[in-house]
């Protein structure tokens, strides 16, 4: 059983440009969320998408928007890049409903990197 | 915003020795996860507490909520390198399931 899937897992990209991200859930989940995690720091929330739309947002700007597709796999995109964007973008997959019994399931994560 | 308070931020003990780390908020948790992340991986999930005063097990961890629901407490029994890892713990929103995390407590077990 699969578990969620990341890539492509390093990346570098030059400041100004914009990236993107994708991520495919856990078998059988429909909830998918991104996570940003700077260098020794928890991992901080940026959406979530349920049925292909965004159903929450963390306190991040419009740079970073996403979309889930019809299997539920979703992508990241970060326009604009900054120095400050380099980080470890995690993506977690869930059931609605099932957090508290079952938590997240992560990937493995995509390093980007900001030169 | 982190709204959870993690200490401590950093702890290098030796194989053997015991160790507890704290989760703290100024407000109620509906329920609280602790989480470990080793290098490279995502965060995996060890435990939900929901009930308050709960303690959990988990072979040598043993997992505390506190009475108020505000606090939590992660001990580990006789450390070994395994346990190395970055410890996180997690609330969820009250309405919905996203997952707001701690900083952290790093981890390292010296052999």
């Known amino acids: 059983d699969a578990g969620v899937t990341q890539s492509p897992t390093h990346l570098i990209k030059t400041r100004g440009q914009q990236v993107t991200l994708r991520c495919s859930p856990k078998?059988?989940?429909?909830?998918v969320s991104w996570y940003q995690q700077a260098l020794g720091q928890g991992p901080q929330f940026i959406f979530q998408y349920y049925e292909e739309e965004e159903r929450q947002r963390g306190n991040f700007p419009d740079r970073f928007s996403g979309h889930q597709f019809p299997n539920y796999s979703s992508e990241l995109n970060v326009n604009a890049l900054l120095l400050g964007d380099s980080a470890l973008y995690l993506c977690?997959?869930?059931?609605?409903?099932?957090?508290?019994?079952?938590?997240?399931?992560f990937g493995s994560g995509t390093r980007l990197t900001v030169v | 915003t982190q709204l959870l308070e993690q200490s401590p931020q950093f702890l290098s003990i030796q194989e053997g020795e015991n160790l507890t780390v704290y989760c703290n908020s100024s407000s109620v948790f509906s329920s609280l996860q602790w989480y470990r992340q080793e290098p490279g991986e995502g965060p995996v999930l060890l435990v939900t507490v929901v009930t308050g005063g709960e303690v959990k097990k988990l072979k040598r961890l043993t997992f505390q909520f506190g009475d108020a629901r505000k606090d939590s407490s992660l001990h580990i029994t006789a450390a070994q390198p395994g346990d190395t890892g970055l410890y996180l713990c997690?609330?969820?929103?009250?309405?919905?399931?996203?997952?707001?995390f701690g900083k952290g407590t790093r981890l390292h077990i010296l052999p």
């Open positions: 977690a997959s869930s059931l609605p409903g099932q957090v508290v019994n079952y938590g997240y399931t």
């Open positions: 078998s059988g989940h429909d909830t």
């Open positions: 997690a609330k969820e929103g009250r309405r919905d399931d996203k997952i707001i």
